[in-house]
């Protein structure tokens, strides 16, 4: 392989070595790249095509820590309404070559990524913009026309579309302290809880714990959590604010809830797995973390897991039906 050297001043032969590329913006990535050396003068040559290559893979590598929107997503988006670049744009009120921009390979800003990565997933909050932008005139009625058959199309199939609804629009805030600074997917959510069913046999007095634990390790790892949700003090450990979780099991898309009457005449419900879990959306440390609490927790019975929640100082610093700050994941007993 040769290429112009500007030490020699005429096309040389080159190697490549191999190098770890550690941070970029002040985030450990440790990505390998390529780096073209002149066989002759042993200095680094910069090839474009090659440049290219290693960016890319820092690039991904940082989106995937930081949990940035990728270009595939935003095609897949665009691609699912069948409008162009342009028209997202408009519908988003971005600057005019911003969508362009980044299904290029440049990095959305956080705030950009977050709501693209929402939109993605919930199509009634797209459709809300949509409407805000025809509204406004910013799109003509054939775009707002094309989004408006896909929406109404899906909705036919989904018999939770109401329940869903009132569960966004009562536990949906934008980032902060409580929520692990993550906005709330639902269908995350659903995937999440539909996955750990899966694995073992899942209580709905456990499933606030096990997506408290899961929300809590994750923002100690990435200070960011997985789902979203708030939590708030109850007697027996932390719950989704406004138990929530009560509505929340009853979607049946992913899972099923199922009550049985015990001897005692208690209920005791159980979540089961559908097995259509999608597990495409979490990062490979989200998964692992989840991975985590599945093995720690699927052993213990609803009262040890609820021991457990108790020696943590989230719980034990708060006051019934008093939120639980995010704060508390820098302690965390059970990763100790």
Not at 188 to 210: C, E
Request: charged content about 30%; some cysteine; overall charge positive.
């Amino acid at each position: 392989m040769k290429h112009y050297c500007p030490y020699c001043n005429s096309e040389q032969e080159y190697s490549i070595v191999k190098r770890i590329f550690k941070e970029y913006k002040g985030v450990k990535v440790n990505v390998e790249e390529n780096v073209p050396i002149c066989k002759k003068c042993k200095n680094e040559l910069i090839i474009n095509s090659i440049e290219d290559e290693n960016l890319k893979r820092i690039y991904n590598k940082y989106m995937e820590i930081k949990n940035i929107i990728t270009p595939s997503e935003i095609k897949n988006l665009r691609n699912r309404y069948g409008i162009s670049q342009r028209e997202l744009t408009a519908i988003l009120d971005f600057g005019k070559m911003t969508i362009n921009r980044y299904e290029n390979g440049s990095l959305p800003s956080k705030s950009h990524s977050d709501y693209l990565k929402l939109i993605a997933k919930d199509e009634y909050v797209f459709f809300d913009k949509v409407t805000e932008a025809y509204d406004t005139n910013r799109i003509s009625q054939k775009t707002f026309s094309k989004v408006k058959n896909v929406v109404n199309k899906q909705s036919i199939h989904d018999n939770n579309y109401e329940l869903k609804l009132y569960i966004e629009n009562d536990l949906k805030t934008s980032p902060n302290i409580y929520n692990g600074f993550q906005v709330l997917d639902l269908e995350k959510l659903q995937n999440l809880i539909s996955y750990i069913a899966s694995k073992t046999k899942l209580y709905l007095t456990s499933l606030n714990k096990y997506l408290w634990f899961i929300d809590m390790i994750s923002y100690n790892k990435r200070t960011i959590s997985v789902t979203g949700l708030t939590y708030i003090h109850e007697q027996y450990g932390p719950v989704i604010i406004n138990r929530k979780y009560e509505e929340i099991s009853k979607l049946d898309d992913k899972y099923k809830r199922e009550d049985k009457e015990k001897n005692d005449g208690s209920i005791q419900s159980i979540i089961t797995s559908n097995g259509n879990y999608d597990l495409s959306t979490f990062s490979d440390k989200e998964i692992k973390i989840i991975d985590y609490v599945i093995h720690l927790l699927s052993n213990k019975s609803v009262k040890e897991i609820s021991n457990l929640s108790h020696k943590e100082l989230g719980w034990r610093n708060t006051e019934r039906f008093e939120k639980i700050s995010f704060q508390y994941a820098d302690n965390l007993k059970i990763i100790e």
